[in-house]
């Protein structure tokens, strides 16, 4: 079960697996895009995903995102663009609810906002923590995830 449903009641989960669209993501293709709309909040339910920011020319790692991580909640509820960029570091498959279908949800279950604000303030707890506690990794590559190219010593 993914990190939004195990806050929310069975007959909310039931309503929302509904909406649910499968699809394999092959390794290397982006799940979000910093700078873009996000038309779908994407659930992981099989492999992992870099997660990353760019910031002027680099591009700083966040971490990985596995099976159960919902990405692209705060964007859908706000309407702003992503702010983080998520490619699949490994062939994934992901459910995806549209937009317009998570805000029918949200606005017959009202009471979803609760479980959504405690998945975004964890969320916001993770990331604090991370910045203050893991080193700073910068790298001029797009691909914050990409393994560094070792040179032959001949």
């Not at 570091?89 to 009471?111: G, H, M, N, V, W």
Request: aromatic share 6%.
């Amino acid at each position: 079960m993914n990190e939004l449903y195990t806050l929310l009641p069975l007959e909310i989960r039931e309503e929302l697996s509904r909406y649910e669209e499968r699809a394999v993501i092959p390794a290397g293709a982006k799940l979000l895009s910093q700078g873009a709309a996000v038309e779908h909040l994407i659930i992981i339910e099989q492999g992992s995903a870099g997660v990353s920011v760019a910031a002027e020319e680099y591009t700083i790692a966040l971490g990985f995102a596995g099976k159960g991580r919902v990405l692209g909640l705060r964007s859908i509820l706000s309407g702003a663009l992503a702010e983080i960029d998520a490619a699949a570091l490994e062939p994934c498959i992901i459910s995806r609810i549209s937009k317009r279908d998570f805000k029918t949800a949200l606005q017959r279950y009202p009471a979803m906002y609760f479980a959504i604000a405690k998945l975004l303030s964890l969320d916001l707890n993770a990331a604090e923590r991370c910045l203050r506690e893991a080193p700073r990794v910068f790298t001029r590559k797009r691909n914050a995830f990409a393994r560094p190219r070792t040179s032959s010593g001949a």
